[in-house]
Nanobody, 121 residues
Framework: VQLQASGGGLVQAGGSLRLSCAASGRTFSSYAVGWFREAPGKEREFVALISWSGDSTYYTDSVKGRFTISRDNAKNTVYLQMNSLKPEDMAVYYC???????????????WGQGTLVTVSS
């Protein structure tokens, strides 16, 4: 599975962005997908995940109610809708895939290249 993240950019605090994670490979629909982020000087952290079917989602506390993860298996794409963005959301965002859901980045097998989200205050 090859992943490509896109959709990052510069946005003012309170604004919105939608990230996309496009995958190649016929078996993408059988993989859970997670979004992670890495800010300068900080460890990569879990943001959100979605099961292979889309029935189950999970978010880190700091983004609950503001971010929504979804997927369209027909398009081999997972989305992360980010609303009410805060300066502390600024980071490089990565999507990753693995066979079962999990929140630890080291458990993921496939990674996209990352997309930068910049939030101005």
């Amino acid at each position: 599975v090859q992943l490509q993240a896109s959709g990052g950019g510069l946005v003012q605090a309170g604004g919105s962005l939608r990230l996309s994670c496009a995958a190649s490979g016929r078996t993408f629909s059988s993989y859970a997908v997670g979004w992670f982020r890495e800010a300068p000087g900080k460890e990569r952290e879990f943001v959100a995940l979605i099961s292979w079917s889309g029935d189950s989602t999970y978010y880190t506390d700091s983004v609950k109610g503001r971010f929504t993860i979804s997927r369209d298996n027909a398009k081999n794409t997972v989305y992360l809708q980010m609303n009410s963005l805060k300066p502390e959301d600024m980071a490089v965002y990565y999507c990753a895939a693995r066979k079962v859901v999990g929140t630890s980045f080291y458990e993921y097998d496939y990674w996209g290249q990352g997309t930068l989200v910049t939030v101005s205050s």
